[in-house]
């Protein structure tokens, strides 16, 4: 199994890796997959190059920083030290469906469950140190070299604030369609290799999606994911859809529950057959 992590932040349509659709496709659901109605359609990734900011679109930052005010705001999101999420994953080409939990805690300790019918759970965590996963189609896994450094900086708790230390660049390279609706088009270089896209609504300001590209045991793999209904939990609105296209796969998560401070330390210890690995 490969397992894809499609880009950085708290928000957590973004800290929810696709181990659940690449296992499908692993398990030859890709024979079957289809372009579902609906599906995600938007534009490439362009070339790596220079980051060239246009001149005649806001600045990244301030298209950034407005994300953040639409959410709650810069202090509502520091406030908090963890995040617990329940919802629901499906990938109706597939004929999988099923249900997710997230966990995530300061400073950048992450937790994912997912249990697919005729498929079994999928089990994805960090810990600040170590990353790993326990599969039905692998068993425990250690992540090593560039999946572990994507891991760790994926993990990162307020990464939403998109903090400039943690980038060789941020620019505003476009205005363009994204989903049907007109948005500024981000490009964030990695300091640690690799780039991500964001797309921001131009009329809310709230981030419509993404472009991704993570390495996986089988590869580079690229997502793209479109972030809607959003609704508040708390001092904190967050996408309650998200729906995410590898090729001709897509895979929709809803969260129906969102809750902040209540996550026990011990959800990120290792399992015991992770355990095993290091010894």
Same mark, same amino acid.
């Given at each position: 199994?490969?397992?894809?992590?499609?880009?950085?932040?708290?928000?957590?349509?973004?800290?929810?890796?696709?181990?659940?659709?690449?296992?499908?496709?692993?398990?030859?659901?890709?024979?079957?997959?289809?372009?579902?109605?609906?599906?995600?359609?938007?534009?490439?990734?362009?070339?790596?190059?220079?980051?060239?900011?246009?001149?005649?679109?806001?600045?990244?930052?301030?298209?950034?920083?407005?994300?953040?005010?639409?959410?709650?705001?810069?202090?509502?999101?520091?406030?908090?030290?963890?995040?617990?999420?329940?919802?629901?994953?499906?990938?109706?080409?597939?004929?999988?469906?099923?249900?997710? !939990?997230? =966990?995530?805690?300061?400073?950048? $300790? #992450?937790? %994912? @469950?997912?249990?697919?019918?005729?498929?079994? +759970?999928?089990?994805?965590?960090?810990?600040?140190?170590?990353?790993?996963?326990?599969?039905?189609?692998?068993?425990?896994?250690?992540?090593?070299?560039?999946?572990?450094?994507?891991?760790?900086?994926?993990?990162?708790?307020?990464?939403?604030?998109?903090?400039?230390?943690?980038?060789?660049?941020?620019?505003?390279?476009?205005?363009?369609?994204?989903?049907?609706?007109?948005?500024?088009?981000?490009?964030?270089?990695?300091?640690?290799?690799? !780039?991500? =896209?964001?797309?921001?609504?131009? $009329? #809310?300001? %709230? @981030?419509?999606?993404?472009?991704?590209?993570? +390495?996986?045991?089988?590869?580079?793999?690229?997502?793209?994911?479109?972030?809607?209904?959003?609704?508040?939990?708390?001092?904190?609105?967050?996408?309650?859809?998200?729906?995410?296209?590898?090729?001709?796969?897509?895979?929709?998560?809803?969260?129906?529950?969102?809750?902040?401070?209540?996550?026990?330390?011990?959800?990120?210890?290792?399992?015991?057959?992770?355990?095993?690995?290091?010894?």
């Amino acid at each position: 199994m490969m397992t894809f992590r499609p880009g950085p932040g708290r928000a957590l349509a973004l800290r929810m890796p696709m181990a659940a659709m690449v296992l499908v496709l692993a398990c030859g659901g890709h024979a079957h997959a289809q372009s579902a109605p609906g599906a995600v359609s938007s534009p490439r990734p362009a070339a790596a190059g220079p980051v060239a900011e246009r001149k005649d679109l806001p600045s990244a930052r301030s298209v950034l920083d407005r994300h953040v005010e639409a959410i709650g705001g810069r202090a509502a999101v520091l406030s908090h030290s963890s995040t617990y999420a329940r919802g629901t994953l499906a990938m109706p080409a597939a004929g999988v469906s099923g249900t997710l !939990e997230v =966990f995530a805690a300061k400073p950048d $300790k #992450t937790l %994912l @469950k997912i249990s697919l019918g005729g498929v079994g +759970e999928v089990v994805e965590g960090f810990n600040g140190t170590h990353g790993w996963s326990v599969s039905p189609m692998t068993g425990p896994m250690l992540l090593e070299g560039r999946q572990l450094e994507e891991k760790r900086f994926d993990a990162e708790y307020n990464s939403e604030l998109r903090d400039e230390s943690r980038y060789a660049s941020i620019a505003t390279v476009d205005e363009m369609e994204f989903d049907g609706r007109p948005c500024y088009k981000l490009r964030l270089v990695r300091k640690t290799g690799g !780039e991500d =896209f964001e797309f921001y609504d131009v $009329k #809310t300001g %709230l @981030k419509a999606g993404g472009i991704s590209t993570r +390495e996986t045991a089988m590869g580079k793999v690229t997502a793209t994911a479109v972030e809607t209904d959003y609704r508040r939990f708390g001092k904190l609105m967050h996408p309650t859809t998200v729906r995410s296209q590898v090729g001709a796969m897509q895979q929709v998560i809803t969260i129906t529950l969102i809750e902040y401070d209540k996550v026990p330390p011990s959800v990120f210890d290792m399992p015991e057959e992770i355990k095993a690995l290091l010894k």
